[in-house]
T-cell receptor, first 114, second 118 residues
Framework: DAKTTQPPSMDCAEGRAANLPCNHSTISGNEYVYWYRQIHSQGPQYIIHGLKNNETNEMASLIITEDRKSSTLILPHATLRDTAVYYCIVRSPHGSSNTGKLIFGQGTTLQVKP | DGGITQSPKYLFRKEGQNVTLSCEQNLNHDAMYWYRQDPGQGLRLIYYSQIVNDFQKGDIAEGYSVSREKKESFPLTVTSAQKNPTAFYLC?????????????????FGSGTQLSVL
Protein backbone atom coordinates (compact mmCIF):
# COMPACT_ATOMS: atom_id res chain seq x y z
CA ASP A 1 0.00 0.00 0.00
CA ALA A 2 1.22 3.47 -0.86
CA LYS A 3 2.43 5.67 1.94
CA THR A 4 0.91 9.05 2.56
CA THR A 5 2.33 12.31 3.86
CA GLN A 6 0.21 14.82 5.76
CA PRO A 7 1.08 17.98 7.70
CA PRO A 8 1.03 17.23 11.44
CA SER A 9 -1.31 20.10 12.30
CA MET A 10 -3.49 22.84 10.84
CA ASP A 11 -5.73 25.60 12.15
CA CYS A 12 -8.97 26.84 10.61
CA ALA A 13 -11.39 29.58 11.57
CA GLU A 14 -14.93 28.51 12.36
CA GLY A 15 -17.21 28.90 9.34
CA ARG A 16 -14.36 28.91 6.85
CA ALA A 17 -13.37 26.07 4.56
CA ALA A 18 -10.75 23.66 5.88
CA ASN A 19 -8.46 22.24 3.18
CA LEU A 20 -6.42 19.26 4.31
CA PRO A 21 -3.68 18.11 1.92
CA CYS A 22 -2.29 14.63 1.45
CA ASN A 23 0.62 13.49 -0.70
CA HIS A 24 0.64 9.95 -2.06
CA SER A 25 3.23 10.13 -4.82
CA THR A 26 3.71 6.35 -5.05
CA ILE A 27 0.03 5.54 -5.49
CA SER A 28 -0.71 2.89 -8.08
CA GLY A 29 -3.55 2.82 -10.56
CA ASN A 30 -5.99 0.72 -8.58
CA GLU A 31 -5.46 2.26 -5.17
CA TYR A 32 -8.25 4.27 -3.62
CA VAL A 33 -7.81 7.30 -1.40
CA TYR A 34 -9.74 7.14 1.88
CA TRP A 35 -10.22 9.77 4.54
CA TYR A 36 -11.16 9.09 8.16
CA ARG A 37 -11.23 11.35 11.17
CA GLN A 38 -10.86 10.65 14.87
CA ILE A 39 -12.23 12.87 17.57
CA HIS A 40 -10.32 12.55 20.83
CA SER A 41 -10.81 9.21 22.60
CA GLN A 42 -13.32 7.93 20.05
CA GLY A 43 -13.09 5.48 17.17
CA PRO A 44 -12.24 6.83 13.71
CA GLN A 45 -15.13 7.82 11.48
CA TYR A 46 -15.24 7.29 7.72
CA ILE A 47 -15.53 10.52 5.75
CA ILE A 48 -15.11 9.87 2.05
CA HIS A 49 -13.13 7.93 -0.53
CA GLY A 50 -12.32 8.15 -4.23
CA LEU A 51 -10.24 6.72 -7.07
CA LYS A 52 -9.84 9.29 -9.83
CA ASN A 53 -12.79 11.63 -9.88
CA ASN A 54 -13.59 14.26 -7.32
CA GLU A 55 -16.16 13.14 -4.81
CA THR A 56 -18.63 14.96 -2.58
CA ASN A 57 -20.91 13.80 0.17
CA GLU A 58 -22.75 15.39 3.07
CA MET A 59 -19.59 15.62 5.13
CA ALA A 60 -16.87 16.75 2.74
CA SER A 61 -15.41 16.97 -0.74
CA LEU A 62 -12.39 15.08 -2.00
CA ILE A 63 -10.27 16.60 -4.75
CA ILE A 64 -7.75 14.25 -6.40
CA THR A 65 -5.14 15.69 -8.74
CA GLU A 66 -5.05 14.45 -12.32
CA ASP A 67 -1.81 12.53 -11.74
CA ARG A 68 -3.33 11.14 -8.51
CA LYS A 69 -0.19 11.91 -6.54
CA SER A 70 -1.99 14.15 -4.09
CA SER A 71 -5.45 14.93 -2.81
CA THR A 72 -7.24 17.48 -0.67
CA LEU A 73 -10.08 16.95 1.74
CA ILE A 74 -12.33 19.98 1.96
CA LEU A 75 -14.68 20.68 4.84
CA PRO A 76 -16.69 23.55 3.34
CA HIS A 77 -17.83 25.27 6.53
CA ALA A 78 -15.78 24.06 9.46
CA THR A 79 -17.36 23.98 12.90
CA LEU A 80 -15.82 23.49 16.32
CA ARG A 81 -17.04 19.88 16.21
CA ASP A 82 -14.77 19.25 13.22
CA THR A 83 -11.72 19.53 15.48
CA ALA A 84 -10.13 16.09 15.12
CA VAL A 85 -7.24 14.11 13.68
CA TYR A 86 -7.76 13.47 9.96
CA TYR A 87 -6.20 10.41 8.35
CA CYS A 88 -5.50 10.00 4.65
CA ILE A 89 -5.05 6.38 3.55
CA VAL A 90 -4.47 4.79 0.16
CA ARG A 91 -5.25 1.16 -0.46
CA SER A 92 -5.76 -1.36 -3.21
CA PRO A 93 -9.21 -2.98 -3.31
CA HIS A 94 -7.86 -6.25 -4.63
CA GLY A 95 -5.10 -7.11 -2.20
CA SER A 96 -6.51 -10.31 -0.75
CA SER A 97 -3.37 -10.89 1.27
CA ASN A 98 -3.63 -7.41 2.73
CA THR A 99 -7.34 -7.25 3.36
CA GLY A 100 -8.01 -5.07 6.34
CA LYS A 101 -4.49 -3.72 6.55
CA LEU A 102 -5.46 -0.11 6.26
CA ILE A 103 -2.36 1.73 7.39
CA PHE A 104 -3.18 4.71 9.53
CA GLY A 105 -0.33 7.20 9.85
CA GLN A 106 -0.24 10.00 12.39
CA GLY A 107 -2.66 12.15 10.37
CA THR A 108 -3.30 15.89 10.55
CA THR A 109 -4.63 17.43 13.73
CA LEU A 110 -7.16 20.06 12.65
CA GLN A 111 -7.98 22.70 15.23
CA VAL A 112 -11.06 24.77 14.40
CA LYS A 113 -10.98 28.06 16.26
CA PRO A 114 -13.87 30.41 17.08
CA ASP B 1 -29.55 0.79 15.68
CA GLY B 2 -26.91 -1.15 13.79
CA GLY B 3 -23.39 -0.70 14.97
CA ILE B 4 -20.31 -2.03 16.63
CA THR B 5 -20.00 -2.20 20.40
CA GLN B 6 -16.88 -2.49 22.50
CA SER B 7 -16.79 -3.22 26.20
CA PRO B 8 -15.68 -2.30 28.71
CA LYS B 9 -14.76 1.31 28.03
CA TYR B 10 -12.01 1.19 30.68
CA LEU B 11 -10.10 -1.90 31.81
CA PHE B 12 -7.30 -2.43 34.26
CA ARG B 13 -4.88 -5.32 34.15
CA LYS B 14 -2.71 -6.64 36.94
CA GLU B 15 0.76 -7.97 36.26
CA GLY B 16 0.67 -11.49 34.82
CA GLN B 17 -3.06 -11.38 34.16
CA ASN B 18 -4.86 -12.09 30.90
CA VAL B 19 -7.74 -9.78 30.04
CA THR B 20 -10.33 -10.01 27.28
CA LEU B 21 -11.81 -7.10 25.37
CA SER B 22 -15.23 -7.60 23.84
CA CYS B 23 -16.29 -6.54 20.34
CA GLU B 24 -19.78 -7.19 18.95
CA GLN B 25 -21.34 -6.02 15.70
CA ASN B 26 -24.85 -6.33 14.30
CA LEU B 27 -24.02 -4.98 10.84
CA ASN B 28 -23.82 -8.46 9.31
CA HIS B 29 -20.22 -7.72 8.33
CA ASP B 30 -17.90 -10.57 7.48
CA ALA B 31 -14.63 -8.80 8.30
CA MET B 32 -13.53 -7.61 11.72
CA TYR B 33 -10.31 -6.01 12.97
CA TRP B 34 -8.44 -5.03 16.11
CA TYR B 35 -6.20 -1.98 16.23
CA ARG B 36 -4.01 -0.58 18.95
CA GLN B 37 -3.40 3.15 19.39
CA ASP B 38 -0.73 4.66 21.61
CA PRO B 39 -0.91 8.33 22.68
CA GLY B 40 -0.28 10.70 19.78
CA GLN B 41 0.17 7.83 17.35
CA GLY B 42 -1.80 6.32 14.51
CA LEU B 43 -3.52 2.94 14.59
CA ARG B 44 -1.61 -0.33 14.32
CA LEU B 45 -3.28 -3.56 13.24
CA ILE B 46 -3.18 -6.42 15.75
CA TYR B 47 -5.39 -9.11 14.19
CA TYR B 48 -8.06 -9.29 11.54
CA SER B 49 -10.66 -11.80 10.45
CA GLN B 50 -12.17 -11.97 6.99
CA ILE B 51 -14.75 -14.61 7.87
CA VAL B 52 -15.98 -16.63 10.83
CA ASN B 53 -13.56 -19.29 12.12
CA ASP B 54 -10.64 -17.62 10.36
CA PHE B 55 -8.22 -14.87 11.40
CA GLN B 56 -4.76 -13.55 10.53
CA LYS B 57 -2.03 -11.76 12.39
CA GLY B 58 -1.56 -8.08 11.76
CA ASP B 59 1.59 -6.07 12.30
CA ILE B 60 1.79 -6.36 16.11
CA ALA B 61 0.13 -9.67 17.05
CA GLU B 62 2.69 -10.82 19.65
CA GLY B 63 1.16 -11.02 23.11
CA TYR B 64 -2.41 -11.03 21.81
CA SER B 65 -4.89 -13.72 20.83
CA VAL B 66 -8.32 -13.69 19.18
CA SER B 67 -11.17 -15.98 18.28
CA ARG B 68 -13.96 -15.73 15.71
CA GLU B 69 -16.50 -18.39 16.60
CA LYS B 70 -19.46 -16.22 15.66
CA LYS B 71 -19.87 -13.71 12.87
CA GLU B 72 -21.00 -11.04 15.33
CA SER B 73 -18.17 -11.38 17.83
CA PHE B 74 -14.39 -10.93 17.71
CA PRO B 75 -12.94 -10.85 21.26
CA LEU B 76 -9.32 -9.87 21.85
CA THR B 77 -7.30 -11.34 24.71
CA VAL B 78 -4.30 -9.40 25.95
CA THR B 79 -2.05 -12.03 27.46
CA SER B 80 0.61 -11.72 30.12
CA ALA B 81 3.16 -12.01 27.32
CA GLN B 82 2.25 -8.50 26.19
CA LYS B 83 4.68 -6.49 28.30
CA ASN B 84 3.40 -3.06 27.38
CA PRO B 85 -0.37 -3.39 27.10
CA THR B 86 -1.38 0.12 28.11
CA ALA B 87 -3.10 1.59 25.05
CA PHE B 88 -6.42 2.46 23.44
CA TYR B 89 -7.86 -0.56 21.64
CA LEU B 90 -10.21 -0.17 18.69
CA CYS B 91 -12.35 -2.78 17.02
CA UNK B 92 -13.72 -2.30 13.52
CA UNK B 93 -15.76 -4.17 10.95
CA UNK B 94 -16.35 -3.99 7.21
CA UNK B 95 -18.39 -5.81 4.60
CA UNK B 96 -15.34 -7.84 3.64
CA UNK B 97 -14.82 -9.66 0.37
CA UNK B 98 -17.37 -10.36 -2.32
CA UNK B 99 -16.47 -13.14 -4.75
CA UNK B 100 -12.91 -13.15 -3.51
CA UNK B 101 -12.34 -9.42 -3.86
CA UNK B 102 -12.37 -6.75 -1.22
CA UNK B 103 -15.74 -5.11 -1.60
CA UNK B 104 -15.31 -1.91 0.29
CA UNK B 105 -12.81 -0.92 2.91
CA UNK B 106 -15.17 1.47 4.60
CA UNK B 107 -14.52 0.53 8.21
CA UNK B 108 -16.96 1.07 11.04
CA PHE B 109 -15.25 1.52 14.40
CA GLY B 110 -16.34 0.95 17.94
CA SER B 111 -15.82 3.57 20.62
CA GLY B 112 -12.72 1.88 21.99
CA THR B 113 -11.41 0.35 25.22
CA GLN B 114 -8.71 2.06 27.26
CA LEU B 115 -6.52 -0.61 28.87
CA SER B 116 -4.20 0.33 31.71
CA VAL B 117 -1.83 -1.68 33.88
CA LEU B 118 -2.17 -1.49 37.65
Amino acid sequence: DAKTTQPPSMDCAEGRAANLPCNHSTISGNEYVYWYRQIHSQGPQYIIHGLKNNETNEMASLIITEDRKSSTLILPHATLRDTAVYYCIVRSPHGSSNTGKLIFGQGTTLQVKP
Amino acid sequence: DGGITQSPKYLFRKEGQNVTLSCEQNLNHDAMYWYRQDPGQGLRLIYYSQIVNDFQKGDIAEGYSVSREKKESFPLTVTSAQKNPTAFYLCASSIGQIRGRTANEKLFFGSGTQLSVL
